[in-house]
């Protein structure tokens, strides 16, 4: 194997799909663990302040 697939592979690893939810107003990150796939409700590697901060400035940011 040559360093850079070693480095894809890890790259992929830690890599999330995002999608709507099933009821079309939320997110969902989808991502490997191991063989199975994880859906996740919640922006994954962040922390509860990282997403206060995230949810008080979305009033602020256009949306284009």
């Known amino acids: 194997m040559s ?3 070693s480095i894809d ?3 992929l690893q ?5 999608r709507l939810g ?3 107003s939320g997110l969902e990150w989808l991502g490997n663990d191991g063989d199975r ?3 996740l ?3 994954p ?4 302040w990282l997403r206060i901060k995230s ?3 979305t009033p602020f940011v256009p949306e284009e």
């Open 55 to 57: 949810w008080l400035l």
């Open 22 to 24: 099933p009821n079309g």
């Open 9 to 11: 592979i890890d790259r």
């Open 37 to 39: 796939e994880m859906i």
């Open 3 to 5: 360093c850079c697939a």
């Open 41 to 43: 409700n919640e922006e």
């Open 45 to 48: 590697d962040s922390t509860p």
């Open 14 to 18: 830690s890599a999330y799909r995002v």
